[in-house]
């Protein structure tokens, strides 16, 4: 009898090595390493699976493209993540903290495609037939008509989606419960993970339908599994949120037939998910615009202008190390700010502690918001509340200057929709102005700085000769 043969496997990320050790050279992780069996079927290596050295069909570029059309939800937000809705033949992956609203987003989709005439099939591996059918209920949705099933072997799914008409939408809830005869190991593991996605992205692929997997993160915020899942679907998405706020932001980080970086906004109430079709002024809406350290930054997210308040509070540390606080921010990007802010500037704020808060629960990566972050902590260090009817836009560089930021015209075109009237920004082009919109534009951070401290209670600024 041959001797199977086996690999080592870390289940934190997925290196593959010939022998048992306590430290994955890979990652670092410590007892991740895991003895697997080498796979003979899906995944297999060269050797193991032999395709039997049959050509393949070669066909022109130019063609028709039927056979990728887009089924529409009709929930517009998770139709602008998704690039117009999902495309027939494709895998996407959809990651997110635990209770933050996945499943019932996808129950919600699928009920909607359902209503519209699809065929579609609802499969959970966590839950069984009876408690899907209870929160359908609660969510309003029990009479849609949407296939369910209860099954987390890989081959007995398989078979039953082929057995019948090709299905339009496929759910998997979630990746990691799955688990495939043809790998000796425990569901949840790398191999698992990765083989059963891969016999379902070859599915979506030979019958045509959507798949979407919905997949676990790790305390790091990162699906769970091998990273290579995430190179196999067409999309991945992640469904981000605040237990302490009723905002959910679905985020795309990778599509292949649309627009990465674009966001979808929802509100979770007692029915579900509601879209929230103005985002800016749902963000907006409890502002206190008398308060020192608020400020408004019009920002980009994907295609989609969007107005957030940044809060930020200066207060004088009892510490020999001041502290700091960054929700929603990238806390380097807020050590360089103040960095220049002392260096450049000449203001005394590195001795305080430093809060800083994005409001509404989002989260902001683009360097564009380094202006207005700026302007917040000198509104908070003078006491001096900053203009009303403003909003803040604009890169700051080492050297004290103001850098112009791209789609200036959508950002003043969304805050002039929402009644502001000025902007404080670097360098802009004749083509991006609005037309009674006030523009004041800096080429250094200092000229800013200086126009907020005029309003101030405290000084800023180092006396001379120090």
């Known amino acids: 009898m041959a001797k199977l043969k086996s690999n080592f496997v870390c289940q934190a990320c997925g290196a593959v090595s010939t022998r048992w050790q306590g430290r994955c050279d890979a990652c670092g992780e410590w007892n991740t390493i895991v003895e697997e069996l080498i796979d003979s079927g899906i995944g297999a290596g060269p050797k193991a699976a032999k395709s039997g050295g049959r050509p393949t069909n070669l066909l022109p570029l130019a063609g028709e493209t039927e056979g990728a059309a887009r089924v529409v939800t009709g929930i517009a937000e998770l139709d602008r993540v998704t690039g117009g809705g999902f495309v027939k033949g494709s895998a996407l992956l959809v990651g997110g903290d635990p209770g933050i609203g996945k499943s019932t987003l996808l129950l919600q989709s699928a009920a909607a495609l359902a209503n519209r005439g699809k065929r579609v099939i609802y499969v959970s591996g966590e839950e069984a037939i009876a408690q899907v059918r209870l929160r359908a ?56 993970v990765r083989t059963s996605a891969q016999a379902l992205t070859r599915l979506a692929k030979k019958t045509g339908a959507a798949v979407v997997l919905v997949g676990h993160v790790t305390k790091d915020g990162q699906i769970a599994g091998p990273r290579v899942v995430e190179h196999m679907v067409d999309a991945v998405l992640y469904f981000e949120g605040d237990s302490s706020h009723t905002f959910r932001i679905l985020r795309g980080v990778k599509n292949r037939y649309g627009a990465t970086d674009e966001i979808g906004v929802f509100a979770m109430t007692e029915r579900g998910l509601e879209q929230v079709a103005n985002p800016s002024a749902l963000f907006l809406d409890q502002r206190d615009q008398d308060a020192a350290g608020s400020a408004v930054f019009a920002g980009m997210e994907g295609t ?36 220049v802010l002392e260096t450049r500037c000449g203001v005394r704020i590195g001795a305080n502690d430093i809060y800083l808060n994005v409001a509404g629960g989002l989260k902001i990566n683009e360097p564009a918001a380094d202006l207005a972050v700026a302007a917040a902590l000198i509104s908070s260090l003078t006491g001096s509340p900053l203009p009303k009817e403003a909003v803040y836009f604009g890169e700051i560089s080492l050297a004290g200057g103001v850098r112009p930021v791209v789609h200036a015209g959508l950002r003043l075109r969304e805050a002039q929709k929402l009644g502001f009237q000025s902007v404080m920004t670097g360098r802009m082009n004749t083509v991006d102005r609005a037309g009674d919109f006030a523009v004041n534009e800096f080429t250094q951070l200092s000229e800013m700085v200086s126009r907020i401290a005029a309003n101030g209670k405290k000084p800023v600024a180092e006396p001379e000769g120090w």
Do not use: K
């Not at 969007?306 to 929603?328: C, F």
């Open 304 to 339: 989609r202008p969007i107005l957030i308040e940044i809060q930020a509070l200066v207060a004088p540390s009892p510490l020999g190390t001041p502290r700091r606080a960054v929700v929603g921010w990238d806390s380097s990007r807020l050590s360089m700010v103040l960095a």
């Open 137 to 192: 209920q609660r969510l309003g949705l029990g009479e849609a008509s949407v296939l369910l099933a209860a099954e987390t072997n890989v081959e007995i799914i398989l078979a039953t989606l082929e057995n019948g008409p090709p299905p339009d939408l496929v759910i998997i809830d979630s990746i990691q419960t799955l688990w495939t005869d043809r790998v000796e190991s425990a569901p949840g593991t790398v191999t698992q």
